[in-house]
């Protein structure tokens, strides 16, 4: 079963694996490798369900995923106690009818953060939200100190209708100060990016959680990887010296990304069951080896 770590400073215990859910609600303008068809209500219960059986009680999605909070809420209504709920505010996402080329806009005012908020409660069919993170747009100072989303974000807090705060951060500044003032930062960390570890370390310090992004870089790690070669000659030695080497690209990314202690979850998105498996076992494996 997967592991739980403490959600930063909240009383919240979230999966070290958490389930991320672009691909429940939006096709277009990603960075995925290849194109995908948005998947069934079946197929997505499946999912949840092979989530949760492997014990991954985390869900991320945000309002610029596309319909992703909607067929959440319908497919967890029944199991909403059974589940931590990460959504977001500040990035809108507008699909092109015409084309396969949607686009975003940014509002981190405080009065669109409290009316994205409430629409997240109706779309996700819920009386609370367990964490709400602003989707920075790279400008992470300047939305934290000068916004308003954060203190709205905060008022929203005391007034019960969320339980943890915190931001999807693009800049080492931003992680730092964020580090400081949320519940949580979510930020991108692996083996060819290792600009944020200060930030990292910093939240260990100040209590706050830890949530990786992008640890497959949106699957190009797998895809754009060379293929293991089928039997390899030679010795046994050999062999298992060459096995080392050529390591599966996945493992090696979860690998790193478990390494450091500072880190609370791990955030991947897939809508395929049997990749969600493999990603699971091999969470498990990284971690046992951290």
């Known amino acids: 079963m997967m592991p739980r770590k403490r959600l930063g400073r909240t009383d919240i215990d979230i999966s070290t694996f958490g389930l991320g859910t672009v691909k429940f609600g939006r096709t277009q303008s990603l960075k995925y490798p290849q194109p995908f068809a948005l998947p069934s209500d079946e197929q997505l219960r499946e999912l949840l369900n092979g989530a949760r059986d492997m014990g991954v009680n985390f869900v991320d999605t945000a309002p610029s995923y596309g319909y992703s909070e909607e ?3 319908d497919l967890l209504r029944k199991e909403r106690k059974n589940w931590v709920i990460s959504t977001k505010v500040g990035e ?7 084309s396969d080329v949607g ?7 405080p009065k669109h953060t409290r009316m994205s908020v409430e ?3 109706r779309r996700l069919r819920t009386d609370y939200l367990d964490l709400v993170m602003i989707h920075s747009d790279g400008n992470d100072l300047d939305i934290l100190c000068n916004s308003g989303a954060l203190q709205t974000l905060q008022q929203l807090k005391q007034e ?11 800049t080492v500044e931003g992680g730092l100060l964020a580090a400081e003032v949320c519940d949580a930062v979510m930020l991108m960390y692996h083996a060819d990016y290792t600009d944020e570890e200060p930030v ?37 030695e050999r062999q298992d010296h060459e096995r080392d080497q050529e390591q599966d690209p996945i493992q090696s990314a979860l690998n790193f990304a478990y390494a450091h202690p500072g880190v609370t979850s791990a955030v991947i998105g897939t809508v395929n069951l049997q990749h969600l498996r493999a990603n699971l076992i091999k969470a498990l494996r990284a971690q046992n080896m951290a």
Not at 221 to 227: L, Q, R, S, V
């Open 200 to 236: 990292i370390a910093k939240s260990a310090l100040q209590g706050a959680a830890v949530l990786l992004k992008k640890v497959l870089a949106s699957g190009h790690i797998c895809h754009d990887a060379p293929p293991v070669r089928e039997k390899i000659q030679g010795s046994a």
């Open 160 to 170: 019960g209708w969320i339980r943890a705060l915190g931001i999807s951060s693009k």
């Open 103 to 109: 686009r975003s806009h940014f509002d981190f005012s």
């Open 92 to 98: 809108e996402f507008t699909e092109d009818k015409f």
């Open 71 to 73: 067929r959440l809420g």
């Open 119 to 121: 629409r997240s409660l």
